[in-house]
């Protein structure tokens, strides 16, 4: 009697799954109702035999049908998130039409609310990641942009400035979704989570929320009527922008919206866009750093060089110094938020130049005292081997970007004057430079590479370091390791003891292939703390960086 029960049981859940899947909507129902059916369904089979419960699976399934899709059961239609973005695709005018726009220039008038003011209003957009926005009212002007290489932005009262942490990696992924956007987010790592029903502007709609592989949460709902695209949330650092559209228009078989409303920085703007247009040849200033002073720049080859030689120096200070680093790793759940995973902490000392790392944490726990004794050996062969004179491998020396690397490969354009940490810093952005060749011995990295880098102006030490990948970068021919376009690195510094720099926070986040085509998406950040200065007489537990009074420019 059992096994023709569970028989039975079977058959009923095939019959429910039929039911569902050749309805016209996918349908889940709450846990409750999931509740529900299970009660009704344990009900029958305590009060009917196994020939009866045969006879009874129609009756069920019906139930169930009506149980599914009545209000009052509380069963909750959940869309599909790819589903409501097909539907996008579709409105727009298709994936081939969409594809087909390669660049996107928009002009309009702008009014700004608070005072009825008006004025003018550009954007646009190149592959793979050009992307600005510029506003005019009156004398005040503000706008920001992504030139390939870093993000800006500037207004009439704060003035002109590079985009840094959260902010910066907030911009850079809405300039690559403003190019692309949604058309390739699996090929890029990103998910999609269906965030509900909603309401914008009395119409009803579905939100969607995309996260992308550097965890930058980009929120959208679309008109549940039309499919189109209402309304955005994109996140700013700690403010969040708003952009809400309406007003659609065809221009090359692609809907475009011609009314667009921007929340930002408690300001609301009404713009409303007289000219959009697609695949004009663009200049690359539209989306470069406007000037903002004519104040003499250094030679930045030559501030480099010096850099460098500054840096030969403290490499000998260095050994005096050592510290924490606490690597965590990040994966997504299913629902497309990013979480820890695991992470690692080493104590940081160099030797002879060489970069000593003595795993001592693993997930917020001291590691055993087993594990613990072989790092001990292991470092303790190794600065044997160095007072031998023997060669040792340092796999952190090879991992590591040089100045001179980068002075001997790269082309410094947009060089600027801003503050960093209440520092005066000089800032360019870096690219390949065109007559660079490869050399033996190179890293394979270099050529492929662009960003942005902060030096200290009177330190003459780098303050900061952006860096990300605008060519495929393979091993062994992409057999081994292949690194996707859109990678990001960055490391920042902080000075200590009046008389060197560390570093103080890094960042890695990269999708790429590994062995035998597994996928990899890696998001790492690396804290750093515990700063100890020692010498043979004593040791000093270091305080944190304190910010200095303005240095003299250079």
Request: proline letters at 4%.
């Amino acid at each position: 009697m059992t096994r023709i029960l569970l028989c039975n049981r079977l058959r009923l859940k095939a019959d429910e799954r039929n039911l569902l899947r050749h309805g016209e909507t996918v349908m889940n129902y709450s846990t409750d109702s999931q509740a529900s059916v299970r009660r009704m369904e344990g009900i029958l089979i305590s009060n009917m035999n196994a020939r009866m419960l045969c006879r009874a699976r129609g009756l069920l399934a019906a139930i169930l049908c009506l149980f599914i899709l009545s209000g009052g059961a509380r069963a909750v239609a959940a869309q599909s998130a790819n589903k409501v973005v097909e539907r996008y695709i579709k409105a727009r005018g298709g994936e081939k039409s969409l594809r087909r726009v390669r660049t996107r220039q928009a002009k309009g008038t702008v009014t700004r609310q608070r005072d009825n003011a008006k004025g003018s209003c550009l954007t646009a957009a190149m592959p793979p990641d050009l992307y600005a926005l510029r506003m005019q009212i009156g004398e005040f002007k503000t706008g920001a942009g992504f030139n390939g290489r870093s993000g800006w932005r500037m207004d009439s009262r704060e003035g002109l400035r590079t985009l840094t942490g959260a902010v910066s990696a907030d911009f850079q992924a809405e300039a690559s979704y403003r190019n692309h956007g949604l058309l390739d987010y699996k090929k890029n790592k990103s998910k999609l989570a269906y965030a509900g029903p909603s309401t914008v502007r009395g119409r009803a709609a579905h939100a969607i929320v995309l996260t992308t592989g550097s965890d930058v949460q980009i929120k959208m709902y679309f008109d549940k009527s039309s499919g189109l695209l209402v309304k955005e949330e994109l996140p700013a650092g700690e403010d969040t922008k708003v952009f809400e559209y309406a007003d659609y228009r065809a221009v090359n078989q692609v809907m475009e919206p011609f009314a667009v409303t921007l929340f930002e920085g408690g300001e609301r703007y009404d713009i409303d866009i007289e000219e959009v247009v697609h695949n004009r040849t663009l200049d690359r200033s539209l989306f470069d750093f406007p000037r903002s002073s004519d104040e003499p720049l250094p030679d930045i080859p030559s501030l480099l060089a010096r850099v460098i030689e500054n840096q030969k120096r403290l490499d000998l200070l260095r050994e005096k110094y050592a510290y924490t680093e606490t690597i965590t790793s990040r994966e997504f759940d299913k629902r497309g938020a990013l979480k820890n995973r695991e992470s690692e902490t080493y104590e940081i000392t160099f030797y002879r130049g060489h970069h000593i790392r003595r795993l001592i944490n693993k997930n917020g726990h001291p590691i055993s005292d087993e594990d613990l004794a072989k790092e001990d050996r292991r470092i303790e062969k190794i600065i044997k081997d160095l007072e031998g004179g023997k060669q040792v491998e340092d796999p952190y020396k090879n991992r590591r970007l040089k100045v001179a690397d980068l002075l001997r490969t790269s082309r410094f354009i947009n060089p600027r004057r801003e503050r960093f940490r209440q520092r005066d810093v000089i800032v360019c952005d870096f690219e390949r430079d065109p007559g660079y060749e490869p050399t033996k011995g190179d890293n394979p990295i270099l050529g492929k590479i662009a960003g942005s880098i902060w030096i200290d102006s009177d330190d003459l030490q780098l303050a900061r370091v952006a860096v990300h990948l605008v060519e495929s970068f393979k091993a062994g021919g992409g057999v081994f390791f292949a690194m996707k376009p859109g990678a990001r690195f960055i490391i920042e510094q902080a000075r200590f003891n009046n008389e060197i720099w560390l570093p103080s926070h890094s960042e890695i986040n990269y999708a790429g292939r590994a062995v035998l085509f597994v996928g990899v998406n890696v998001n790492q950040t690396i804290e750093y703390g515990d700063y100890h200065y020692f010498d043979v007489k004593s040791e000093e537990k270091l305080k944190p960086p304190t910010p200095d009074k303005k240095p003299a420019k250079l």
